[in-house]
């Protein structure tokens, strides 16, 4: 969130980012048991532990111990809220930089999928926020992962879209994965086996009709059809694969 700072004749000038107006000097003094850390933190706990909804202004300050009003000092509502919680856990998300640039994106892909699985309300972020949150931690990891891809002899546009692809697909495997684990919970299905003879009925009649033999011979012979972590690192490996072979050609 934003604010508007008046110019010396009273128009207004540029927006002020929730980032510029924290690292300001405070105009009043603020309460010492308060921090934009303390704050992301005791929200991140909340979301982690009750779902994204849980987090309110009000329900924030009893779990700090504060007055209502008092996070009002730091942040300007809960779009602000949120916009420190995603910094916090994308300041979790490791890059690494020392190796070549396949093995860098897969292990960023990696990682992004066990963050997005220890704070699944990731995946349930407003579009601001799961669009548009440039925040520092967040554009640090852009950053790290584009300077892996520098040197490549990829164009600007290019690297980004490289970068892209992995994130896109990263996000669309594992929030698929999260809202799979989520109707388990919310049905009492604890084991794929009870998800499938949940669905046997719809399942074997649309089997029935003989329209879907490629679906029905996957369901007669896989395998892996509950090791979510294996098919997410095949996945991502032709991906990779594929950027790889366009890289070459």
Known sequence: MTDRK???????????????RLERPSPTPRAAALTPHRIATVAVGIADAEGLDAVTMRRLATALGVAPMAAYRYVSGKDDVL???????????AVPTAID???????????????????PWLARLPAPQAVLALTPNRIAVAERALTVLDGLGLDADTMMSVLQAVTAYTYGSTHSEIAMRQLMEGQG?????????????????????????????Y??????????????????DYVLDGIAARMRG
């Open 83 to 93: 916009a420190l919680m995603v910094d916090l856990v994308y300041g979790e998300l």
């Open 189 to 217: 299905w604890s084991s794929g086996d009870e998800v499938r003879t949940a669905l046997a009925p719809q399942m074997a009649w649309l089997m029935k009709t003989g329209r879907y033999p490629a679906f029905q011979s």
């Open 101 to 119: 640039w396949r093995e860098s994106m897969r292990v960023l892909a990696l990682n992004t999928r066990t963050l997005l699985l220890e704070h």
């Open 219 to 236: 369901a007669l012979q896989a395998h892996r059809k509950d090791d979510a972590r294996w098919r997410f690192e095949t996945g991502l």
């Open 6 to 20: 008046k110019g010396e004749e009273g128009e207004e000038e540029a927006p002020v980012s929730l980032w510029e």
